[in-house]
C-alpha cells in the first residue's frame, strides 16, 4: 500500500478522537483504527454504473483503512467469510460495507463483524445502491465520485465507533389486544392457544366487528354470521382470554416486556352473572331475556343497522352477540327504572353505574382497531344522503342480510318497492386525488359489489345490476373466477366514472350520468336504486390509540409498519404488532393472515422470557446536566425523567423505551446527552470527511 500522508481529514478526526474522551465509555485509550472496507458489487445494481476498482483503490488511500476488499455478493456466505478472516488476517479494530440498504442487510454484517471477533457495534455501512447507482445509473463517472464520498465518511465514523452493548429486559407472559374484529379475535385465540393469557378490548359492546354486519362473503359466499358466530363463541369461552367490551385503551406507560396499560370500563349499566355474584346476586346478572328490550320507552337509531331499525336505550346489537349481555346508553336513557322492574330477581341492572379503570401489565400488544366507512356525502355530486334510494354499500349489507332491518328483502328506502334495476358505483371515494376523496385503493370494494350483483340476480327475478368501474381489481384465490361467473350471471359491466346523480321527484328514480369510456360517449340510465362502493378509511378512534402506544401512521392515516415486505406485522415501538386493516385496507382472508403472523410475532418475546434492546440510546453525562427537564418535554418516546441523585436533579434514561432518535440530543443547550453510536464527534468527523472532499 502506498505511503499516506497527512491530511485536513486526518487532523479533522484527531480532534473528534479528543472530544470523544467526554464519552462515559471511552474513557480509556483506544488503539490506532485500523479501518477494513468492503465494496459490493450487487451483480450489476452498483457494479453496472461505477467503477468498483477505482473505488476499492480510492478505499486504500484513506487514512485509517488497513484492508479494503470487493466481491460480487458481500451478503453472501463467501462474502461474510471474506469480513471475517480479514479482521483476523489484519487486526483490524472497525468494519465498513459500502453496498445497499442498512434497513436490509446491517443485522447480517453485524453478525459477520462479530463472528470475525469485533464488537457487532463496531460496524458502518455506505449505502451505494440505492443513495447512489440506482440514481446515477446513466452517470459512472458521477457514481464512483459519490461511492468514494460515502465511503469516505463511513470511514471517518467507523474510526470512532465504540464497543456497546446491548441491554435485555424482562418480558411480561401476558398480551393484549386492542380491537375484536376478525383480526383481533384471531391474534388473541392465537395466543390464547400458545399459552399466552391475553387482554382482548373492545370499544363496542360486542365481538365481531365489520364482519358481524356482513351477509355473505366472496368469492364462496358463505354466510358472514355463520362462519364468524363460532369463533365469537371460541373467544368467550377460551380461559386465556380475558375479554373486556364496551372498554378503551385509556394510557399506556413503559416499553417491550413491560407495558402498563389502563383501561376504562365504560359503565354499562347491566351486570354480567360474574359481576353480579361479587355482590352477592346468586344465580343472578343478565342472561339476554331481554326482557328490560321490550318496557324500555326510548327509541334511538340503531348503529349496528346503520340507522335503518330502531333500537331501544339499553340493547343488544343482533342476537348472536358475543357477550350475550345488554347495554344501556345512558346518552338516551331517562332512568325511569321500567327495565329495572323488568329484570326482577336477577337484579342485572345498574342505573348509577360508574365507568371503571382497571390497570394491566403485559409484554407485548397488538393493535387491530378496524376501518370506518368514508362518509362519501362529501361526494355531493352521488346524492348520498340528499337522495332516498341513493344507498351505501354497508346499508346493502344490511338490506339484503335475513338478519337485517327488513329480514332480507331488498326494498328501496323511499317507498318499500323492490326495485329491479340497480347501479353500483365503484371506486365510489376510492382512487380519488380530487382532494375530497381517498388517493388509495380500498381493495375489497370490486369484490363485494360483485357479490352485491350475484345477490340482486338470485333474490329477485328479473333484476338488472349494472356495475361502474374504473378498474375491475379481482386479485385473491378464485376472485378473477368469481368476476367472470357475474358476467355470465347477466349483469352489465359499464367503464367510467359517474358524474351526476339526478332524482325525478314523482318517482324517485335516479338517472345515472356517465361517461362509457369503451364506447367514447356519454350516456344517461335511469335507475331504481344506487348502491355506493364507499371507500374505507381509519377507525376514527386510530389515532388517539396509535398515539398512545407511540406508533407511526402513513399520510392516509393507516399504521405504519416496521418494513413493508421484512417486517409487515411490526411497528418502530418494539412489542407493539398490527393486524387487519387498521395497517391498510384488506380482504378476510388477508386479514386473517395477518391477525396469525401478529400473534406469532408477538408470541415470540414472551415465550423467550427477556429481549435484547440495540443499544442505541441516549446516556446523559451527569457533570454537565443542569436539570432544565426541556428534553423530559420533547422526547416523543417519553424516555427521560428528572430525578433526584447526590443533591442534584438530573435526566435519566429509561433505555428501553428510547429509540435513539437524538432529538434530546441535538436540543441539549449544555451538551449533556451522548447518542450512542451517533455520538458528536462521529457526526462532526463524518462532515469534515465529506467537507475535505478527495483531497489527500
Known amino acids: 500500500m502506498a505511503e499516506k500522508k497527512v491530511t485536513k481529514k486526518d487532523a479533522a478526526q484527531k480532534t473528534a478522537k479528543k472530544d470523544a474522551g467526554i464519552a462515559p465509555n471511552m474513557a480509556k485509550e483506544e488503539k490506532k483504527p485500523r479501518i477494513g472496507v468492503f465494496i459490493c458489487h450487487c451483480g450489476t445494481n452498483i457494479a453496472g454504473s ?52 442498512p434497513r436490509l442487510h446491517e443485522p447480517t454484517f453485524r453478525t459477520a463483524t462479530k463472528e470475525g471477533g469485533l464488537n457487532p457495534f463496531r460496524f ?30 463511513a470511514v471517518a465514523k467507523a474510526a470512532l465507533l465504540q464497543d456497546l452493548i446491548p441491554k435485555s429486559v424482562p418480558v411480561e407472559p401476558t398480551a393484549m389486544v386492542v380491537g375484536a374484529g376478525v383480526a383481533g379475535m384471531q391474534a388473541a385465540l392465537d395466543l390464547a392457544a400458545a399459552g399466552i393469557k391475553t387482554y382482548l378490548i373492545e370499544q363496542e359492546p360486542s365481538i365481531g366487528g365489520r ?27 377460551s380461559k386465556n382470554i380475558e375479554l373486556m367490551t364496551y372498554s378503551n385503551v385509556d394510557s399506556v406507560e413503559g416499553y417491550i416486556g413491560n407495558f402498563d396499560v389502563t383501561i376504562r370500563k365504560k359503565a354499562r349499566g347491566v ?63 331517562v332512568k325511569c327504572g321500567l327495565c329495572v322492574t323488568a329484570c326482577g330477581d336477577k337484579k342485572a341492572i345498574d342505573l348509577e353505574m360508574q365507568d371503571e379503570l382497571i390497570k394491566v401489565k403485559v409484554g407485548t400488544a397488538i393493535l387491530a382497531t378496524g376501518y370506518d366507512i368514508f362518509p362519501i356525502e362529501k361526494k355531493e355530486e352521488w346524492g348520498y344522503k340528499k337522495y332516498e334510494n341513493v ?56 369484490m363485494y359489489s360483485l357479490k352485491h350483483a350475484h345477490q340482486i340476480i338470485e333474490k329477485i327475478p328479473g333484476a338488472q345490476p349494472y356495475l361502474f368501474y374504473m378498474d375491475i381489481r379481482s386479485f385473491g384465490k378464485m376472485y378473477e373466477e368469481f368476476y367472470y361467473r357475474i358476467q355470465d350471471e347477466g349483469a352489465k359491466f359499464i367503464r367510467g366514472r359517474v358524474a351526476n346523480i339526478l332524482e325525478d321527484p314523482e318517482t324517485k328514480n335516479l338517472k345515472v350520468y356517465a361517461d362509457d369510456t369503451l364506447l367514447d360517449r356519454p350516456m344517461e340510465l335511469e335507475v331504481d336504486l344506487v348502491v355506493l362502493a364507499s371507500a374505507v378509511e381509519p377507525a376514527a378512534d386510530t389515532n388517539r390509540t396509535r398515539k398512545l402506544f407511540g406508533v407511526s401512521c402513513s399520510m392516509d392515516g393507516w399504521l405504519l409498519e416496521a418494513h413493508p415486505k421484512l417486517n409487515p406485522c ?37 415465550h423467550m422470557g427477556e429481549v435484547e434492546l440495540e443499544p442505541y440510546f441516549a446516556m446523559c453525562i451527569e457533570d454537565k ?25 438530573v435526566m435519566q434514561v429509561t433505555e428501553a423505551k428510547c429509540k435513539g432518535c437524538g432529538t434530546c440530543g441535538g436540543f441539549c443547550p449544555g451538551g ?19 467537507l475535505v472532499g478527495g483531497e489527500q
Open 50 to 101: 461505477m467503477s468498483i476498482t477505482d473505488v476499492q483503490e480510492y478505499a486504500k488511500t484513506l487514512g485509517d483503512v488497513a484492508f479494503a476488499d470487493n466481491y460480487q455478493y458481500m451478503c453472501s456466505t463467501p462474502g461474510q467469510k471474506k469480513i471475517e478472516d480479514a479482521i483476523k488476517e489484519h487486526n483490524l479494530t472497525g468494519i465498513v460495507v459500502a453496498a445497499c440498504s
Open 124 to 153: 458502518e455501512m455506505a449505502n451505494i445502491r440505492e443513495q447512489n447507482s440506482w440514481v446515477h445509473m446513466h452517470d459512472s463517472e458521477g457514481a464512483t465520485s459519490k461511492a468514494k464520498d460515502a465511503i469516505r465518511i
Open 211 to 237: 364482519m358481524s354486519q356482513l351477509d355473505k362473503t366472496f368469492p364462496t359466499l358463505d354466510c358472514s354470521q355463520c362462519i364468524l358466530t363460532p369463533k365469537m363463541v371460541d373467544v368467550g369461552r
Open 271 to 333: 351486570l354480567t352473572p360474574d359481576e353480579a355474584e361479587a355482590r352477592g346476586f346468586v344465580g343472578g346478572g343478565c342472561n339476554g331475556c331481554g326482557d328490560c328490550d321490550a318496557v324500555c320507552p326510548v327509541i334511538k337509531p340503531n348503529n349496528f343497522e346503520v340507522g335503518m331499525k330502531p333500537r331501544k336505550a339499553i340493547y343488544i346489537n343482533h342476537p348472536q352477540v358475543v357477550p350475550l349481555i345488554y347495554t344501556i346508553d345512558f346518552e338516551s336513557c
Open 391 to 446: 344507498i351505501s354499500s354497508l346499508e346493502f349489507e344490511r338490506l339484503i342480510c335475513a338478519s337485517g332491518p327488513t329480514g332480507g328483502h331488498l326494498v328501496r328506502p323511499s317507498d318499500g318497492v323492490t326495485p329491479k334495476k340497480i347501479a353500483f358505483l365503484l371506486c365510489a371515494g376510492s382512487r380519488d386525488n380530487t382532494g375530497v376523496g381517498k388517493p388509495y385503493c380500498s381493495r375489497f370494494c370490486c
Open 570 to 606: 411490526g411497528t418502530t415501538t418494539a412489542g407493539v404488532f398490527l393486524a387487519g386493516v387498521c395497517q391498510g385496507p384488506k380482504d378476510i382472508p388477508d386479514t386473517v393472515a395477518s391477525a396469525e403472523g401478529a400473534a406469532s410475532a408477538a408470541s415470540i418475546p414472551i
Open 625 to 649: 446536566c443542569a436539570g432544565c427537564g426541556m428534553c423530559v418535554k420533547l422526547c416523543p418516546y417519553s424516555a427521560l425523567d428528572l430525578i433526584e441523585k447526590d443533591g442534584r436533579t
Open 672 to 690: 449533556a446527552i451522548w447518542m450512542q453510536h451517533f455520538t458528536t464527534p462521529q457526526i462532526v468527523a463524518q462532515i469534515d470527511a465529506f
